[in-house]
């Protein structure tokens, strides 16, 4: 049996239960159907909120259901929006998600992204008018299951500072590339062109931790470790690379701009500061870019496959840095993560346990979450 | 008239010349020539190089000519080599390069990516059997000619260090994005996936500076700070965001694996530490993948330049992080650079206006590269 491994452990381990998968998707499912959302739109989100829950990546999810729903009570997302193709080629689409949720509006233009590259070998889906969408990776592993690379982006809330500039001005504009593999787990990068997610500072904060200098800076450009500085002063994060140009700050800052400018300005999205929060009253009109690649197209899927089994050998077998060093292929952290909470349940805060229970009396849906036990 | 900038200034400038631009690029295609490359590849090469040179990418430019005639010298290099596509779709091609010349595969390659793209709307062309094809950019730029969006990757010869280990594992392999604008300069992102290019290294060594702690490691996995004990003993560029996972440095290696996974193991190309030097005896099979998306199949071209234009004002007008600061958009400070140095004649070093005589001698070539003037 595989051994017990979690990307981010509950800490401190009595403040969290484990639940159990299942009930908790058909749970996040019953509540979003409560606010007028389709079943099988429902079905979606939780399954990429569980998802989020399930690698690791707790900040994206099922603590966000909270902002789904009160985008959708403030009329910013539209609960019943359907993805409209606005432009289409052999090879391209442009969708427009009608201010749906954002987890519906990707993997409905990853779904189109896919039947194109089927169809011709290559395809690009751009989205406008969609919101936030959880986890890049998730859209990126649709592909994985067609025998196909995925790439997706979104743009987001401005929360970093430009290089050379003070201020939050553009957002943590992820990248996710995924690769099918003979043997899982698939490869799948997935990373903010930020130095670190906003929720890392978040959980600094909570935990009474000071950050390293080069993750955030003052609005007058001094590099903070105060956590709570960041967050109440209205700090910015640093782009990857850091500070100015020394470490290649300049290099992370370019990327978040490239996402910009695929998922906002050839979309016809918002971008930079003008993207909006879910539950701001203006539509967020975030952006979105999907690219599907069938491999086949490109080369025997079998020589592809032993290809990349002999890379993930290869990236395994280099030189530690130390004895205790682990050596990481992209997503495998995130895959063994999903292994062991569906085995062994998924931790939850209790003060998030106890948020979803507020949402399912402000939903009138039963709170049927299956408590596995306390983790401590 | 515009002002006059360099990204990079020729320093100390009395080690320095200038020299006309047209000039240098004749004498480098007829060096080529004279090695048996045809005139058409011999002018692509040419013409490749001395771009990088304008644009202030020296250790890219026509001090690399050397490696290239060496390259065709030890046999590694195939001057007669034609572009062969192995398999193809609508959107599609797989191609390989009969281990020619890398500018010119690259250029040739992404000429076929155009032309698909304007037939389906985006296109994917993967590069096999290839060799080192200088800066990334020059081929993304191929695209915005066209109205498209370029985007160019390649592996390269192992010298940064992947996360959690020590030595020599996966190339610089860079990622070039470019986008097309109204008003030049168009935009072009073109970034290593480490923190440094070894060049920069090369350049400290020589000046006998110091080397900031975090830009390489030792065999032995010690942050190094003299960049001679970098480049003899073997010491390893460290990955964008650094050492270890606390400033990113994963996501900077896990970048450098994907570049690889798409231009190596897609393409069936070398990868990692198989990926051999210009000189190397053995082939070096040089990866390389291009992407090209046609902006009008997926929103109309005015409007699309009418939002970057936007986008580029709305960067420029950021708030600067000091009275000094000077805010960049990719691509910005090489267009710069490159208008300057058509004006004024690109700076050389004395050193290596040495060795292209020399080239001209063993070429049997006309040495007649025009000198502007004496830098200082």
């Known amino acids: ?71 959708i009570q403030v009329g910013s997302v539209n609960p019943h929006a359907c993805l409209k193709v606005v432009k289409k080629s052999a090879s391209t689409a442009l969708v427009d998600g009608g201010s749906g949720l954002g987890q519906v509006t990707a993997y409905n233009a990853m779904e189109i992204a896919i039947r194109k590259a089927e169809e011709v070998g290559v395809s690009v ?10 986890i890049a990776g998730y859209y990126a592993l649709q592909a994985v299951k067609h025998g196909m690379i995925g790439m997706v982006m979104t743009n987001s809330e401005a929360l970093v500072a430009y290089t050379h500039t003070v201020g939050r001005s553009v957002g943590t504009n992820p990248i996710a590339v995924s690769f099918p593999t003979k043997n899982p787990p698939p490869v799948l990068f997935d990373a903010a062109t930020s130095v670190i997610p906003i929720g ?14 080069g993750w955030a800076i003052s609005p007058e450009g001094k590099l903070l470790d105060d956590p709570k500085e960041v967050l109440t002063r209205k700090g910015a994060i640093l782009p990857l690379g850091g500070f100015g140009e020394d470490f290649g700050g300049h290099k992370g800052a370019g990327l978040a701009l490239v996402v910009d400018l695929l998922c906002g300005v050839l979309t016809g999205a918002n971008y930079g500061k003008n993207v909006k929060h879910t539950t701001d009253k203006e539509r967020a009109n975030v952006g979105h870019f ?13 020589d592809f496959l ?4 002999e890379y993930k050998g290869y990236v395994k077998g280099l030189t530690k840095a130390s004895e205790e060093a682990e050596v990481w292929i992209p997503g495998e952290k995130a895959w063994l993560t999903m ?8 931790p939850i805060h209790k003060n998030i346990l106890k948020e979803l229970k507020e949402e399912s009396e402000k939903a009138g849906v039963e709170f049927n979450i299956k408590v596995l036990k306390e983790t401590a």
Chains 1, 2 share one sequence.
């Open 125 to 134: 889906v751009g989205v406008r008018n969609s919101h936030h969408f959880g």
């Open 200 to 213: 890392k500072v978040e959980v600094y904060a909570k935990e009474n931790k000071k950050i390293p200098l």
């Open 306 to 309: 032993e290809r990349i089994e």
């Open 339 to 346: 292994e062991t909470r569906k085995r062994i349940g998924i």
């Open 1 to 71: 049996m595989a051994r017990l491994f979690e990307k981010t452990v509950p800490a401190p381990p009595n403040e969290y239960v484990r639940v159990e998968c299942e009930s908790l998707k058909s749970f996040v499912s019953a509540v979003l159907s409560a606010f007028k959302v389709s079943e099988e739109h429902s079905r979606i989100v939780a399954d990429v909120l569980v998802t989020a829950d399930l690698m690791g990546i707790e900040s994206h999810g099922v603590q966000r259901l909270k902002r789904y729903t009160m985008g």
């Open 290 to 302: 999907m690219l599907a690649i069938d491999i086949a197209k490109l080369t025997p899927m079998e």
